[in-house]
């Protein structure tokens, strides 16, 4: 309250002098306005006075002009007697000549104002005896008259109405001094005027002088008008006497030599003179926008305006235009000093007043404002707070304030209850109530309230949070089974999906073992192909269900791109030549040998774009690029591009293209769901890549996979792959152990081992398999993980408590990621997804049941080489044909300039293709070779071996081409 009283005080006190500055101010004002209105008022009175005097001094000219006229008009008209034609000046000097005039000088004495006489060549001298005549007389007359005039000569000119002569007063080289008359520009004026009054001799006569507008740039130096004139002469006076019409008299009105004041100065009156004679015309100056201008003065955007005429019969109009400029040029600087000192004036007192505003004004309104609201706020922040508040006297538990919230939740009891208010300090604390069913959020801190030691409590209702809360979790839990039941529906139907699948895929690929006919065969592809394509699309929908739950892991490791490459554009060789397309890859020479990623994804996304190329080009060519865009010494980034010659994207599909079930409207739509290319995408952002294309229709397309890898330096050790044939001792076969349950998968498993060399036997569940397995031992277990009375979980566990170190494989139709995760958890060795083909248990059999290997240069003899085959189809016999040509060209190459890595890469391929076609010794040969060059460098032992493998292939083709 002290401080507020002083903040009063003060602002009184200021206030009081505030206001005598003020007054001061304000009279300073009032004068510095008073002097400035007087200053500009007696300018524009002077700068008034100045164009009148000027339109004066004009219409005097003119008047005088006129008189002069008009008396030379009916002096020299034929009705008057008293001419005399005879009179002829004192003396005649010719001046020069052109083609066509003639120029001659006369005075009627010696002393007299020379005239000017300009007439034709074909006039003689007593032709011009009458013009020279009336210059004489006319020179006499001028003289006496502007001698007794108060106003500026004129320069007079004499027209004759053809043209045959004409006169100049005062001649060339008089003695004017503004407008001299010079030899050189005489006759160029004389034809302008002449040129000028021609369309105007009808209105001339009776006397009337008539204004024009002189011609343009008449005299550069000034400005002039024309006043004409016309004279009806006698005959004596015309070349020949003849009569031809008026003639003409024209005076030129010099204006500047109208103000005395401006030629004093020799600084003009008026920035623009406009002059409109009688008749509307004007003849100086032009209008423009101010031809609506009203009479007096008018103040515009450019300066000054005054408008006047002349009273009387024929009105003269004059308009001067004076701009800012001019007007204000006595008083400029005084003008800007008064300017200057206004706007310093208002920034000063500008200043002043926020100072005295921030200083005195709004703290003494704020502590004004403090003591009159002080006890409404505390009133209404307890009637209308959204929570509840309540004041409690720390002394004896006394509740001084309350609003109608508390009131209504009943939480202060509660509350003092829980608290020790002697020990509650000035830190804000905070509990949970709940009061009848309503959860409430306490707040409370010790303060003081009117003297006294006081608990200021606030209560919040947070029931309906607390609902929300138990909401969003019950919607959460029931997220996670919505989740945990659509991972159980992928893997029950991948089960159930796949495990009868493994029985149509199984069989089919033992029954293209056996001999059939072609019809037989060509039903047979066809139901592969079916097949094929709905394992590809459950694997597809697996895929993408992987991806959007988050299941789809990398496994990241060293691999070599080159080799990702080679294979993969190896692996549809035979597709592309069944199409008739060329299959070509192209390699960039700065590719590094290893890099470290996925290769299993990345070959996914390259194997699928090549199916697609080769799926939708009819003719012409697949190309697989493998570009390096940027290269560091620890990272690299490779581009992998399929680009076909097909049938291409309309642009406006390109977008969606890579969305799932997004198929292209006129496109083959029987062979997929068009999960294959959303797959794609999604996997190469999983890899921190990007998926691109670029399609033309008509012309192809052209898919790209940009990635960036890491590199890895040094050696990496390649990765071993081995032949089933000789895993064992020599002459020993393979025990394989099968634990399923479904009968047809048993017979279809134990075909397959047994296709592919090994010996199987087969126990329906865990525990028989535990029996079969206390009678003898085996080399490999491969077990079903979904059986009854004992599961492949519970049997490797039971194996490997026994001591069991034999690999043990686990199959699953469930593709998901935790089910192999679990696999490798309970002691399986690996795990495969069905259906399992022959690849699949041959690619298994080779990684986990490694034995002693016999000897590297065994021999084999040639005539085991087309043996137990299989019979294949008429198409089926000429790709082998072709493929096998092909491979032996490539090995060729390979030894000849040494690559290694090739030919290992080319015998990895023909021993898995042979040993498809069950011709066994030769693809036992082709791994044994292999795996030579796997071990040891390509020695002359080795080129030996595999020259003589070449010679068996050579001759196992030439068969094969005698038997079709």
Request: charged share 20%.
């Amino acid at each position: 309250m002290k401080h507020a009283s002083l903040r009063l005080g003060a602002l009184a006190l200021s206030s009081q002098r505030l206001n005598k500055g003020l007054l001061l101010l304000a009279g300073l004002t009032l004068l510095l306005t008073s002097t400035s209105y007087w200053a500009i008022h007696r300018l524009v009175e002077a700068e008034q006075e100045k164009v009148e005097f000027h339109f004066a001094r004009v219409i005097e000219n003119i008047h005088e002009h006129e008189a002069f006229l008009r008396n030379v008009a009916s002096a020299y008209d034929r009705t008057n007697r008293g001419l005399l034609p005879d009179v002829q000046p004192a003396s005649r000097r010719a001046l020069g000549s052109d083609d066509a005039r003639s120029l001659f000088q006369g005075r009627g004495l010696p002393l007299s104002l020379p005239f000017t006489l300009s007439h034709g060549r074909q006039l003689s001298r007593t032709d011009t005896h009458g013009a020279f005549s009336l210059g004489t007389q006319l020179t006499d007359y001028y003289s006496t008259y502007w001698s007794g005039s108060y106003y500026a000569s004129p320069q007079l000119f004499v027209f004759a109405p053809a043209g045959q002569f004409d006169i100049a007063i005062p001649g060339i080289d008089g003695v004017r001094q503004r407008l001299p008359l010079q030899q050189a520009h005489y006759l160029t004026i004389a034809g302008r005027l002449r040129d000028q009054l021609q369309p105007q001799r009808a209105l001339l006569g009776g006397g009337v002088v008539r204004w024009l507008r002189a011609p343009a740039a008449l005299y550069p130096t000034t400005k002039t008008l024309v006043a004409t004139v016309g004279v009806d002469l006698p005959a004596d006076l015309m070349p020949s006497r003849q009569e031809q019409g008026l003639t003409t008299i024209v005076a030129l009105l010099d204006m500047g030599q109208i103000n005395e004041i401006e030629r004093v100065l020799r600084r003009p009156v008026y920035n623009q003179f406009t002059l409109i004679s009688p008749q509307g015309e004007v003849l100086l100056g032009s209008l423009g926008d101010d031809r609506q201008a009203p009479m007096g003065l008018s103040i515009g955007g450019q300066g000054l305006r005054f408008k006047m005429a002349t009273e009387g019969g024929a009105h003269w109009t004059a308009l001067y235009a004076i701009s800012y400029e001019d007007f204000l040029r006595y008083a400029k600087w005084p003008l800007i000093g008064l300017a200057l000192t206004m706007l310093l004036a208002l920034v000063v007192g500008w200043w002043i007043n926020r100072w005295y505003r921030l200083e005195f004004v709004q703290p003494a309104q704020r502590a004004q404002q403090r003591l009159l609201e002080s006890e409404a706020f505390s009133r209404v922040m307890m009637d209308n707070a959204p929570v509840g508040l309540s004041v409690v006297r720390r002394e004896d538990h006394q509740v001084l304030l309350e609003n109608q919230r508390a009131r209504e939740w009943q939480g202060t009891a509660q509350l003092l209850e829980l608290l020790d208010l002697g020990e509650v300090s000035a830190t804000p604390g905070e509990v949970w109530l709940e009061v009848d069913g309503r959860h409430l959020q306490a707040y409370f801190v010790a303060t003081r309230y009117q003297g006294e030691d006081v608990l200021l409590c606030g209560f919040n209702d947070i029931t309906r949070h607390v609902d929300d809360a138990q909401t969003m979790e019950q919607a959460r839990r029931s997220a996670d089974q919505a989740s945990e039941a659509k991972t159980l529906f992928l893997a029950t139907m991948s089960h159930e999906i796949r495990t009868p699948l493994y029985g149509v895929l199984g069989n089919l690929e033992l029954l293209g073992m056996t001999q059939l006919n072609s019809r037989q065969r060509q039903y047979l592809e066809v139901i592969q192909g079916s097949s094929t394509v709905l394992f590809q699309l459950i694997s597809d929908v697996l895929d993408v269900s992987k991806i959007e739950s988050g299941q789809m892991a990398l496994e990241v490791a060293p691999f070599s791109p080159r080799t990702l490459v080679l294979e993969a554009v190896q692996g549809f060789t035979a597709a592309a030549q069944n199409k008739g397309l060329q299959l070509q890859e192209e390699l960039d020479p700065q590719l590094p040998a290893h890099v470290r990623g996925d290769a299993g994804r990345i070959r996914q996304i390259v194997h699928n774009l090549l199916s697609n190329a080769i799926k939708f080009t009819d003719s012409g060519r697949v190309l697989m690029r493998l570009v390096v865009t940027e290269l560091t010494a620890e990272h690299v980034t490779l581009q992998w591009q399929v680009s076909d010659t097909g049938v291409g994207i309309a642009p406006k599909a390109l977008d969606d293209l890579f969305k799932p079930f997004y198929q292209v409207s006129g496109r083959d739509q029987t062979s997929g769901a068009g999960l294959g290319l959303s797959i794609c995408a999604r996997l190469s952002e999983l890899m921190g890549g990007s998926m691109r294309v670029v399609s033309e229709p008509g012309l192809g397309s052209s898919f790209s996979l940009l990635l960036r890898l890491p590199i890895v330096a040094g050696e990496v050790a390649p990765e071993p792959v081995e032949e089933l044939l000789g895993l064992s001792l020599p002459g020993a076969a393979l025990r394989i152990l099968v634990v399923e349950d479904n009968p047809i998968n048993q017979a279809i498993l134990q075909e397959q081992l047994e296709a592919l060399g090994a010996h199987a036997m087969v126990a329906e569940n865990g525990e028989r398999a535990l029996q079969v397995w206390a009678v003898q031992p085996f080399d490999l277990v491969i077990t079903d993980v979904n059986m009854p009375r004992m599961n492949g979980y519970e049997l490797t566990r039971e194996l490997r408590r026994m001591g069991v170190k034999v690999p043990i494989i686990g199959v699953t139709a469930n593709a998901m990621r935790e089910e192999g995760e679990r696999c490798l958890a309970v002691g399986m060795t690996a795990w495969v997804v069905k259906p399992l083909s022959l690849n699949m248990l041959r690619a298994a059999l080779l990684a986990h049941c490694r034995d002693e290997r016999i000897d590297a240069t065994t021999r084999i003899d040639d005539t085991a080489d087309l043996d137990d085959w299989i019979e294949l189809s008429p198409a089926m016999h000429d790709l082998l044909i072709r493929t096998l040509d092909d491979d032996i060209k490539a090995i060729e190459t390979g030894l000849a300039l040494g690559d290694a890595t090739d030919v290992r890469q080319r015998l990895h391929s023909l021993s898995g293709g042979l040993a498809t076609l069950r011709a066994m010794a030769l693809a036992r040969t082709c791994g044994q070779w292999e795996h030579a060059l796997q071990e040891g460098p390509l020695d002359a032992r080795i080129r030996s071996g595999i020259e003589a493998l070449l010679g068996r292939l050579r001759s196992v083709a030439s068969a094969l081409t005698t038997q079709s």
